[in-house]
């Protein structure tokens, strides 16, 4: 199992960054902190109004880690070992000249001349140093002080003084020497409160000894010195801000000699920057006191690093520049916190498209992020994390890794479009609470898998805190497995041989699970393997939980069949458990639960014979089940049951299988519609479970009532239906949804059965429920979203007909409730339909009604009389129907069509001419020419009264001297084509040159001086402008309406002498209307026809000409 390690070991004897490679000169600094456990420490840093906290600690740290104002390096500690530190040529007064290194005798002849110092102080004893003040100390080497000069430019460096060194003033203070017992004393009062008072320096000169470390505190913010490395060939240096603490470890052996400094300004100074560790520790301290899942409150947070790092080796020594400092800021808190780090990589990869017009991508990135590991050791923690975006900082943190180059890079070039994938990496820093720990450690989709493995692969000996922490975190997961996790928590428990832990999860999971929490083989080796009497509550518990009957019945069984084959050494007797098996047998047949399984039937009567019979299942079963909510629909299977059962009495177990049917048929719901499913209103449904077939559960407690010899209940349950559809509260929409998805199938079931059957009668108000399914029928059908399939219309028609054949239901049911409803034609047209069958009805002897086929004939009349006709596409429809369904309600709907009110000029134009194509490519399949020869000769001849009139004479001259334009150049070509033929009013003849446009020109004007005006066009070169004249213009439209008319006729038959008969007397009118225009609108190559040619209307039409020539290839310019 996975355990996150709080080595400090990071912080002892790492060189900070930048460090020279000479091993022997180093030196740390150590981010500004505070101590929020041993102190309340008020924040003196003045906060940004940008960077204010707001309370989400997502955000907050997001502000913090992407800050360009605050500053992460600042410290309050500065050490360095230096080994060309000159000889200070050290002399005392009193004693004279002091040798270096420092060793034992020279400390005992200092003694005399030094002032004895001792102190008592939490935690360290009496401390006794000898100190001599600076005034009988003398430096007689002129190198030292240069030499203290060089040490406190570094310390003013370290520490990021505000001042410039020229203003920083240091003395010495005194000379101590520690011995054996000894460690620094803490400054005075007088010392700590003096404003100008900058850093305290001490210059450990070289000396022997052992034992011995500092220990600094500020702001929370922790480190240790080792004393030991104090070597008689090394000077070490030490300074600190006046505001840090420090613990000392004594000293173990020989003696250590040190020069105290003191360093001072003019004014007040401190380190320059505005600091990020405060508000990073405030944010910390925030969100580790929270308490309880928020949305505002994440897991863990995930910081992007600025620097990527390979994943060998990852951890926080590797890190560098910014990204260090900003680990050891956060790794100080870490420990001060209670929090826990990690460092993860960040893979980032998108996808996008580019089109080719636009410089925008669509781009669609995704994030992983992969192998979390312990940031102070390395150790793999987790092959990934699951992290949201409320999780990340910054929160855009995938747009944050994609400012950066990426790695790799594939494109896919798909013509108008090219599609690329891009591929990042990155390395983020994770901190998360120990609260949280198992949360992180096992998140992502396969997290639960991977916690269960561990517990499953445990090898300990006993659980651990560690141990039942996973197990609780197990036990109150809702994505995962809870049979797995139950499984594996279970199997954990008997490796560690640990009761309690099997039964508290046993417990636990029998809420959900019941029985299910592990397979029964298991559980009787727990049993086995802890004592019966160490589990027999968890098994109570989970026996009780069980909602199945069957399940509880069936594990007592295997309880008891695993006693007869249990070993010899079972902890208690076996007569003991038998006891328990019987005692909870009678326990669980005394408290049946809803049934679940249509097996329990079978379990239930093994229950009864064993246990009284039929008397045990009526008195002891039976109230319990009809007291259960949602158990009635049990009642059929096990009546089923009980009558194939031969071992019990024939005629008491008919009695009591007519009671559950009766039961059955009482409690049932046989209909509910959507709404009041929902709600569980009303009775209980025929069994649960959507979606319910209302009929299929009718039909089925029908068909037990017939077989299991009961049919009388059939009336029952008839009685039951009616009297829920007489119910006031019943809403319209509910009554009809009813009526189609169960009374209409049910009442043609009744009646199939009744007929195939001679001997089954049918239900004594089976008329009654006949009518009832016809009428809420028909008012569904009205309202019916959509089309309403054929199949339907067939159900309700059987319904109407099939029992006996009597006309009594369509003549007394079905034609009011039609004539009433304001149906529509299409739904019209869906009942014409099933009339088209054989007529099913038997009429009695001289029976006046109406018949199968004029009932039909009525609900087609209504439709030819309120179907809309308003434009082609409705027209087609129409008459398409008509003529293939009622052709002799053909006439009626012509004269709708045809209607003098309505035949305008656009009507005729756009709603009947097209017609005779739509209706040919509509009834193919059959000859309906002589149906539709009076729609077609009606639409011909209003054609003709809307016909525009032909040009007048002087226009037809005009239109004539085109016939002698014969120039054949491109652009009086092209310029005649348009005058003839072109659509539109106006072209343009472009960049033709001046030579040219004056020859088009010229001919324009010696032929078409009445039909066109032109123009010069100022381009370079010139080109000319062609426009018609108005009454051109006409003659093109006039033209139009021509071909129109001819296309109309050759859709009503390509044949003369057909077209000829479907036209009848309009023919001549016609032929004259389509002559008159004909030399007209031939070509000016063309002779003019006579209007009293003998041509057929088909083959006068100037445009077939045309078309034929230009087909073969023949005098087409």
């Known amino acids: 199992m996975s355990d996150y390690d709080e080595s400090d070991s990071y912080w002892d004897d790492r060189s900070s960054e930048g460090d020279d490679d000479d091993t022997d000169n180093r030196s740390e600094s150590v981010p500004y902190a505070r101590d929020v456990s041993a102190r309340d420490v008020v924040y003196a840093n003045t906060f940004d109004e940008d960077l204010c906290e707001t309370g989400d600690v997502q955000k907050d740290m997001e502000n913090i880690w992407t800050s360009r104002t605050l500053s992460w390096e600042s410290t309050f500690l500065f050490r360095k070992t230096y080994t060309d530190a000159p000889d200070a040529a050290l002399t005392v007064e009193g004693l004279g000249a002091v040798s270096l290194p420092f060793f034992d005798r020279d400390a005992e002849a200092i003694k005399p001349c030094a002032l004895q110092v001792s102190s008592e102080e939490p935690g360290s004893g009496e401390c006794v140093v000898w100190e001599i003040d600076a005034s009988k100390v003398t430096l007689a080497n002129s190198k030292w002080e240069d030499y203290v000069d060089s040490v406190v430019d570094d310390v003013c460096d370290a520490l990021s003084f505000t001042c410039n060194t020229a203003e920083l003033q240091w003395e010495l203070q005194k000379l101590s020497v520690y011995e054996a017992g000894s460690h620094l004393l803490q400054p005075t009062s007088s010392e700590q409160g003096n404003p100008n008072l900058a850093a305290t320096l001490i210059i450990f000169l070289p000396s022997q000894h052992a034992g011995g470390a500092v220990h600094f505190a500020s702001d929370g913010l922790s480190v240790e010195h080792d ?160 992290v949201d975006e409320g999780e990340q900082v910054p929160w855009y943190l995938d747009e944050e890794l994609r400012q950066g180059c990426w790695e790799r890079e594939e494109w896919e070039d798909e013509g108008e479009y090219a599609t690329w994938e891009r591929w990042w990496t990155g390395t983020a820093l994770v901190v998360w609470r120990q609260r949280d720990h198992l949360c992180v450690l096992y998140s992502g989709k396969d997290g639960f898998q991977r916690a269960c493995a561990a517990l499953e692969g445990t090898t300990d000996t006993g659980p651990t805190a560690a141990d039942d922490a996973l197990i609780d975190a197990l036990l109150a997961r809702t994505d995962g497995d809870a049979k797995c996790a139950a499984a594996a928590c279970c199997q954990a428990a008997c490796t560690w041989k640990s009761a309690q832990t099997w039964c508290r999860v046993a417990e636990a999971c029998a809420e959900s699970l019941g029985l299910a929490v592990v397979p029964h083989k298991r559980k009787f080796e727990a049993a086995q393997l802890f004592g019966f009497g160490a589990v027999r509550a968890a098994f109570e518990r989970m026996l009780d939980a069980e909602q199945r009957n069957a399940v509880r019945l069936m594990f007592l069984k295997s309880m008891e069949q695993w006693l007869e084959k249990s070993p010899p050494d079972t902890t208690e007797s076996k007569e003991e458990m038998q006891s328990w098996i019987e005692v909870q047998t ?143 509260k019943r809403v319209a929409s509910e009554l009809q949804e009813c009526a189609q998805k169960l009374l209409v199938p049910f009442v043609s079931y009744l009646a199939e059965r009744a007929q195939g059957s001679p001997g089954h009668q049918r239900p004594k108000r089976f008329g009654e429920l006949q009518r009832s399914a016809v009428r809420l029928w028909l008012e569904w059908f009205k309202d019916a979203p959509g089309r309403v399939p054929q199949e339907e219309t067939k159900k309700m028609m059987d319904a109407a007909t099939l029992h006996d054949g009597s006309p009594d239901v369509l003549v007394e049911v079905f034609v009011p409730t039609v004539e009433a409803l304001d149906l529509t034609p299409s739904r019209l047209c869906s009942l014409v339909e099933v009339f088209r069958t054989p007529d099913p009805l038997v009429y009695p002897p001289g029976y006046t009604g109406p018949t199968f086929g004029q009932i039909g004939g009525f609900l087609a009349t209504r439709y030819t009389q309120e179907v809309a006709l308003d434009d082609m596409g409705s027209i087609a429809c129409a008459v398409a129907w008509t003529v293939d ?57 209003a054609w003709a009264d809307t016909m525009p009139p032909r040009a007048d004479a002087a226009f037809t001259r005009a239109w004539h001297t085109l016939r002698t334009w014969t120039c054949a150049c491109t652009h009086c070509a092209a310029a005649r084509a348009f005058l003839t033929r072109g659509p539109g009013a106006a072209t343009e003849l472009r960049r033709i040159g001046a030579a040219t446009r004056r020859h088009v020109e010229q001919e324009l004007a010696r032929h078409a001086p009445r039909l066109a005006s032109w123009a010069t066009l100022g381009t370079s070169p010139q080109g000319l402008s062609i426009r018609k004249a108005d009454a051109l213009c006409r003659y093109t439209a006039w033209t139009y309406e021509q071909n129109g008319a001819r296309q109309m006729l050759r859709d009503m038959s390509a044949d003369e002498a057909e077209l000829q008969r479907i036209l009848g007397d309009e023919h001549a009118r016609i032929l004259k209307a389509m002559a008159e225009g004909a030399h007209i609108g031939e070509g000016p190559a063309s002779s003019p026809v006579s209007s009293t040619g003998k041509r057929g209307i088909l083959g006068i039409s100037p445009l077939v000409h045309k078309s034929k020539r230009r087909k073969t290839g023949e005098g087409s310019r």
């Open 586 to 728: 009678q326990v669980v047949l005394g408290s049946l639960q809803t049934p679940r399984l249509q097996a329990e039937t079978t379990i239930l009567l093994d229950a009864a014979k064993v246990n009284g019979g039929l008397a045990f299942l009526t008195e002891r079963i039976l109230p319990q089940l009809k007291a259960c909510t949602g158990s009635t629909w049990f009642f059929v299977p096990l009546a089923e049951a009980l009558h194939r059962d031969t071992a019990f009495d024939d005629a008491t177990k008919s009695k009591v299988v007519r009671s559950m049917l009766s039961t059955k048929i009482s409690k049932a719901r046989f209909f509910a519609s959507a709404a009041s499913a929902k709600t569980g209103a009303d009775d209980e449904l025929l069994p649960k479970g959507p979606p319910a077939d209302y009929f299929a559960h009718s039909k089925r407690l029908a068909d037990a009532c017939v077989n299991l010899g009961h049919p009388s209940l059939v009336d029952f349950m008839v009685k039951r239906i009616l009297a829920w559809t007489a119910n006031p």
């Open 227 to 386: 004393c030991s490395e104090i070597t008689p060939d090394r000077t070490n240096v030490l300074a600190w801000l006046p505001d840090a603490l420090h613990n000392i470890t004594l000293i173990t052996s020989s003696y250590c000699l040190a020069l105290s400094y003191r360093l001072f300004t003019s004014e007040p100074t401190r380190p320059s920057q505005r600091l990020a560790l405060p508000r990073v520790a405030r944010v910390l301290e925030t969100w580790n006191a929270s308490t309880g899942p928020s949305e505002d409150t994440p897991t863990k947070l995930v910081c992007l690093l600025a620097r990527k790092y390979a994943p060998a080796g990852l951890a926080l020594g590797a890190l560098s520049g910014a990204d260090a400092a900003k680990a050891r800021v956060l790794a100080a808190l870490a420990r001060t916190h209670g929090l826990a780090l990690g460092l993860v990589g960040v893979h980032c990869s998108a996808r996008g498209a580019t089109d080719r017009d636009y410089e925008d991508d669509e781009v669609w990135p995704e994030l992983a992020f992969t192998r979390l590991v312990d940031a102070h050791s390395g150790r793999a923690l987790a092959p990934g994390l699951d």
């Open 885 to 941: 369904v009622m052709p002799a309600l053909a006439p009626s709907l012509f004269a709708r069509i045809l209607d003098t009110a309505k035949l305008a000029p656009g009507y005729v134009k756009a709603a009947l001419m097209p017609l005779p194509r739509q209706l040919s490519s509509m009834l193919r399949a059959q000859p309906h020419a002589a149906a539709l020869a009076p729609l077609f000769r009606g639409i011909a001849a």
